[in-house]
């Protein structure tokens, strides 16, 4: 598992919803019989026109023999149970959004750069050339805002992909379960 995905809120909370449901198990099992009673009582009796007191001690505990008493046990491991399965398909499921997000900021990174360094300067270049050329009478007014429209393009095509991979930036913090609004840094 990732380092910083064990401190992960929604895995701390699933992991506390197991270990309350393993401690009902044990809840279930202690009170599967009925708690032994002591009880103290005093009498006064009138028997051939005398008076006796009597005083008596009881203890009552129950002594399964056939009902064990198991349906509130098997209730309550059947939770327990669940809440592992919830637990390790949440951890696949938290490493999964992790490693799809990390790999698909790199991505959208490596477009970036990419769009940035093969499209982006060239097309500056080219208006800068185009604003030059005009200026000398060497281009008319259309190449000048064909030029300007191919590097306006490009610029806004690039903004997009650095939207993209801040909200993917964003979306990988989420997953880590770093919050958004902190310096800390997520492992990949």
Known sequence: ?????????????????????????????????ADPTVSFFRER?????SRQDYNGFMLGVQVP????NN????????EADKQEALLAAQQRDLESRLYQSHLHLGHLIEQAEHY????????????NLTR??????????????????IHFEAQARYLELLHDAWLEAAELRLAAGVSLTSRGEVQP
């Open 1 to 33: 598992m990732h380092q910083g995905l064990t401190a992960h809120p929604a895995l701390q909370a699933t992991q506390q919803a197991r270990d309350a449901s393993r401690a009902n198990v044990d809840v279930a099992r202690a009170q599967r019989s």
């Open 45 to 49: 009796d009138y028997l051939n026109g």
């Open 65 to 68: 023999l056939w009902n064990r």
């Open 71 to 78: 349906g509130g046990v098997a209730r309550a491991r059947a």
């Open 116 to 127: 940035r360094t093969r499209l982006l300067e060239p097309a500056r270049q080219l208006l």
């Open 132 to 149: 030059k050329s005009f200026a000398t009478g060497e281009q008319n007014g259309l190449a000048l805002v064909d030029a300007s429209n």
